[in-house]
């Protein structure tokens, strides 16, 4: 029977149903794995499923019986495929999952930005409401998105899908193509620091590549409105923390979101923990793309790919390009 381990559970969520693994062969299940533990726990297997443990010529020649490499997300950084290609090695991903979920969690960040929900919740709960003289309570002033000009760096499947819900809001929509080849005709295509001047929400939705790299620094940021919010929902990287904390700090910044960060976990010491104005950061912790429903299609996709190689008809492959 077929040995099948799964690297870093934990990072499906402890709800995670994965009995559907159990029909390809024998299931073993670890938490987490650190580096030091991943050549001794894939000896034997012929199929391994990780999301963000680390795969390559430092582990993998310690199985020599492994036949495919199942990555529990969209990204396969993590793998090293040109390694993996050279010892006939499938590399599978799942592309889409996670849209509808990210696209919530987009205006999740927003809206707890723009109409300070934390702050009139406990106002309430503080019991400040209970002894007001009036029924209403105005002590932060909020403002609506319809009407506003919304920049979107990164126009894929994510981006085309916020943009769709912006623009029910009554958002006008411009992008920026970070590969500079993405065409589409039903929203404005312009360059990045037209969209920075212009737009009063950007969110980033892009890819982390050598055009993303520190894509938005101090220079770039101060371009945007000073009542502007900046969300990042595709890779810490993409925006310089230092900086960010530093536009904040100055005051040039209406907000900004961000449920990606350059290490994840974050570092005790990120800038970004100490800055003056907490209420103008509203930080999660990379769970964008967590919805319950999310994961529970993520591992229905990595069996129907386990399945599929199996058939020997495998589908969303991953080589190098």
Request: with cysteine.
């Amino acid at each position: 029977m077929p040995k099948i381990c799964i690297l870093d559970a934990k990072t499906l969520g402890e709800d995670a149903d994965l009995s559907a693994f159990q029909k390809f062969g024998e299931v073993i299940v670890y938490e987490t794995t650190a580096p030091e533990k991943t050549a001794e726990r894939v000896r034997d297997c012929e199929i391994i499923i990780t999301n963000k443990v680390v795969l390559g010529p430092a582990n993998l020649p310690y199985a020599p019986q492994v036949k495919l490499i199942c990555v529990a997300a969209t990204g396969t950084n993590n793998i090293d495929l040109a390694y993996a290609q050279s010892k006939g090695i499938t590399v599978t991903n799942v592309a889409g999952y996670s849209t509808n979920s990210v696209v919530q969690h987009t205006f999740t960040l927003l809206f707890y930005l723009l109409g300070s929900p934390a702050y009139y919740d406990s106002y309430v709960k503080s019991g400040q409401y209970a002894q007001s003289e009036i029924f209403t309570h105005l002590g932060r002033p909020f403002a609506e998105v319809y009407g506003k000009t919304w920049g979107i760096i990164g126009l894929g499947t994510i981006g085309q899908a916020v943009a769709g819900v912006a623009r029910q809001f009554g958002c006008q929509i411009i992008y920026y193509s970070t590969s500079g080849e993405n065409i589409n005709t039903d929203y404005t295509r312009v360059d990045l620091a037209e969209l920075l001047q212009r737009a009063d929400v950007v969110s980033i939705h892009a890819p982390l590549n050598e055009r993303t790299l520190n894509l938005l620094h101090y220079e770039r940021l101060r371009l945007m409105k000073p009542q502007a919010i900046l969300l990042n929902l595709g890779r810490g990287g993409i925006v310089n923390e230092a900086d960010l904390a530093r536009i904040l700090d100055e005051g040039l910044l209406g907000g900004a979101a961000l449920d990606v960060l350059e290490r994840e976990p974050m570092d005790r010491e990120n800038p970004l923990l100490k800055i003056k104005q907490q209420d103008k950061l509203f930080i999660t912790p990379h769970i964008a793309w967590a919805s319950v429903e999310a994961r529970k299609t993520l591992v229905k996709k990595i069996a129907e790919n386990i399945e599929s190689f199996y058939k020997g008809i495998p589908r969303n492959t991953v080589t190098v390009k």
